[in-house]
């Protein structure tokens, strides 16, 4: 029975070093995400519609119950999100129709990543343009030369109107960040994506700070773990554009809590997709935003890259580069059998594949 004695010491020693990595985030959290993400799905199906649809239709306080509201009171109170949610209920239901009918904006992203040659993104500008794309991101910060390079170029394909953004994923320190956007600010950006580590509150406010004259805003989220550090990010005027990721915070309650005080402080969301279902998740909570909370479609769109939608039972579905509301009910993020089974540890095909 010893061997019992030793596996629940390391059970228990393991436990201990998890609970250290919180609260509210590192591998605690994002299982904590996966799990109540699962219970919001289930709650949608059971009541026969598809998530943005159950936000929708919830009452106020209802929605704010789901909430938790310990650390953020100093930014938003219980009754300031009831508020707000009462004042949305005004045209809400020709906001449902509008999405309904027309979707809501998307930008792309799969058409100026790094390592592409200038061939591939002509090829890739001039498809997206005629698929209705008006709004483009480009992957900046390897090199500066390269980087004027590539974005004047893009910036030649889309035209003076269309809408340009860049991405650095987290490349620079601060200093460098401002003089490096400097350098690119010719070409129009309307934000600069991670242009610094994802943790650092004040430098990301001292790179706003500086790029306020050009007309460039800073744009954060996707590492952002827990509605705290968003919360400082907003007091801290450190963004100008919000980017909730689904699967980041503690599910859909964080999420909830996020676009209540982004739309307090005034700042538009613009969620992260892509990757394995982002996509997927995040419009139904950019479409509750839009119909339930903001009420607006001022500077705000929701990223869209075009890989991986194939494994999912409810893929997303892009019309004139807009996300269309799902029908389906659930949260869109049932996977094919076939997927799971070809791709599941250790088990799955393509594990085989690798490790022969």
């Not at 009452?59 to 219980?78: G, H, M, N, W």
């Not at 090829?123 to 709004?135: E, F, I, P």
Request: aromatic share 8%; glycine share 6%; with cysteine.
């Amino acid at each position: 029975m010893r061997w019992i004695s030793v596996l629940f010491q390391c059970f228990m020693f393991l436990n201990c070093r998890l609970i250290q990595l919180g609260p509210e985030k590192g591998v605690i959290h994002l299982a904590v995400a996966g799990v109540l993400n699962a219970v919001w799905d289930l709650w949608a199906r059971a009541e026969g519609k598809p998530l943005w649809k159950l936000l929708v239709d919830m009452d106020p306080k209802q929605i704010v119950s789901c909430i938790d509201f310990r650390y953020i009171t100093d930014a938003l109170t219980e009754e300031e999100a009831v508020d707000i949610l009462m004042k949305a209920q005004e045209g809400k239901q020709r906001r449902e129709d509008h999405m309904l009918e027309e979707g809501y904006p998307a930008y792309t992203t799969s058409c100026a990543w790094l390592g592409y040659s200038d061939q591939l993104l002509k090829q890739l500008c001039t498809d997206a343009l005629k698929s209705g794309w008006t709004k483009f991101k480009v992957k900046v910060g390897a090199d500066l030369e390269d980087d004027i390079r590539r974005c004047r170029l893009i910036r030649q394909m889309i035209g003076p109107d269309n809408t340009l953004m860049i991405d650095a994923n987290q490349r620079w320190d601060v200093a460098e960040a401002i003089s490096w956007v400097s350098s690119l600010a010719e070409f129009k950006p309307l934000w600069i994506e991670e242009p610094t580590s994802p943790d650092d509150i004040l430098g990301h406010a001292a790179i706003s700070k500086a790029l306020a004259p050009l007309g460039i805003g800073v744009a954060s989220g996707e590492q952002c773990h827990n509605r705290v550090m968003f919360k400082q990010f907003l007091q801290a005027s450190a963004l100008q554009f919000v980017q909730i990721d689904s699967c980041r915070l503690g599910s859909v309650n964080e999420n909830l809590a996020v676009l209540l005080m982004a739309h307090k402080f005034r700042v538009p969301v613009c969620p992260h997709a892509g990757g394995v279902g982002l996509c997927e998740l995040v419009q139904h909570l950019i479409l509750f935003d839009y119909i339930g909370v903001s009420a607006s479609l001022s500077n705000r769109m929701c990223e869209y890259v075009d890989h991986l939608h194939e494994h999912f039972t409810s893929p997303v579905v892009i019309h004139d580069a807009h996300y269309m509301p799902p029908k389906d009910p659930g949260y869109s993020c049932e996977m094919l059998e076939s997927s799971v089974q070809r791709h599941q540890y250790p088990e799955g095909d393509v594990w085989k594949l690798k490790t022969n």
